[in-house]
């Protein structure tokens, strides 16, 4: 009896490995794009904002996706990110009227559009993916500095180019550009040192804003002085009216940075909209669309001015341009070592 029985149960056997299994659904977790402050490191955290972080140590192609998604740094990267794409815009309609290439007077105009592309495509891929680790996040914050600084000098360039009066000029013209390059080089390094430090408090953001005050008080006073000596401030002037509202945007942005207002009003509830830093990326974009319509204007309404001013020049701006850009990376890279090492050193 035994023996049929293992007999039938040796002809079953096989057809019961035959019969198809059910697939098992395979389970998959969801794409998590953002995590609450207590899962990065302090490195990562701002002020009164708890969650909208973005996880470290993924994919590159990762945080290029959270470019359409929603965290804490979109409304930053999309104000540059448009304000990037206006520029490229604005150029390809000048490109109609100016001769960038043949009018040699041209070339601060070009100089100028070139640092303001820089300058918000690196704060778009800083704010972007420096989430990736610590080290990448100084990394890219390193670079957006760079930009800044670049920017700073087009912008002193443009302004004492066309935007200057023949008295003011007269006054700095042996110092205004060497001056521009270093204090933009200065607030570079300045800015790159107090990131790398993290010291709160006056004597980091001592390093950081003096450097970039000083710059921009000397970038700007061919404009200022211009304004002051007007002589009638009803004058139909688009040029001047455009530099005004430049410095109002300015010294707007400038209130905004990093003084975390609104959110420290408003604790928790500002963790995707309404940051102070998100305010200032506008202002400054604000700013820098002002400035590029004045100078515009500028270009075409005063060669009568600026032309016999620079039929001779003390110094070669656009050596001084690459000496400005090739010492600030130089500046960021240097920075960017000390980082690996004091990570590494953390870590052993």
Not at 224 to 248: E, M, N
Not at 332 to 339: G, H, I, P, T
Request: a neutral charge.
């Amino acid at each position: 009896m035994a023996t049929m029985v293992a007999q039938k149960l040796s002809h079953l056997l096989p057809s019961l490995r035959q019969v198809p299994q059910e697939p098992q659904p395979s389970v998959q977790p969801a794409s998590v794009f953002t995590v609450d402050r207590a899962e990065v490191p302090p490195l990562f955290w701002k002020p009164y904002i708890y969650v909208g972080y973005r996880p470290l140590h993924q994919t590159w192609s990762f945080y290029f996706r959270t470019l359409f998604r929603q965290h804490n740094e979109a409304v930053n990267v999309w104000t540059h990110l448009l304000a990037a794409l206006v520029l490229l815009l604005r150029l390809a309609v000048l490109a109609g009227t100016v001769d960038f290439w043949g009018d040699p007077h041209a070339l601060p105009l070009f100089i100028l559009i070139l640092t303001a592309f820089t300058y918000l495509s690196l704060s778009v891929l800083a704010h972007l993916l420096q989430a990736k680790s610590e080290f990448w996040h100084y990394c890219f914050f390193f670079l957006d500095y760079v930009g800044v600084a670049v920017y700073q000098f087009g912008s002193a360039l443009v302004h004492f180019y066309y935007a200057i009066e023949p008295a003011w000029h007269a006054q700095v013209q042996a110092v205004f550009l060497p001056m521009a390059a270093f204090l933009a080089w200065l607030s570079c390094a300045g800015s790159c040192y107090n990131k790398y430090t993290q010291k709160p408090g006056l004597l980091g953001r001592t390093c950081q804003e003096v450097p970039l005050a000083l710059a921009y008080a000397l970038d700007i006073s061919p404009v200022v002085h211009r304004i002051l000596v007007s002589p009638d401030p009803a004058t139909d002037d688009l040029a001047l009216l455009y530099h005004k509202c430049q410095v109002v945007f300015f010294l707007l942005a400038a209130a905004f940075f990093s003084a975390f207002e609104p959110e420290r009003w408003f604790p928790g509830s500002c963790h995707f909209f309404g940051q102070g830093h998100q305010v200032f990326h506008v202002f400054l974009v604000l700013c820098t669309l002002a400035q590029l319509e004045a100078v515009v204007l500028d270009y075409e309404a005063r060669r009568p001015i600026y032309e016999p001013l620079h039929t001779r020049w003390p110094h070669n701006f656009f050596g001084l341009f690459l000496l400005t850009m090739g010492s600030s990376v130089l500046t960021a890279f240097l920075l960017s070592q000390l980082v690996r090492r004091k990570l590494h050193q953390k870590t052993q």
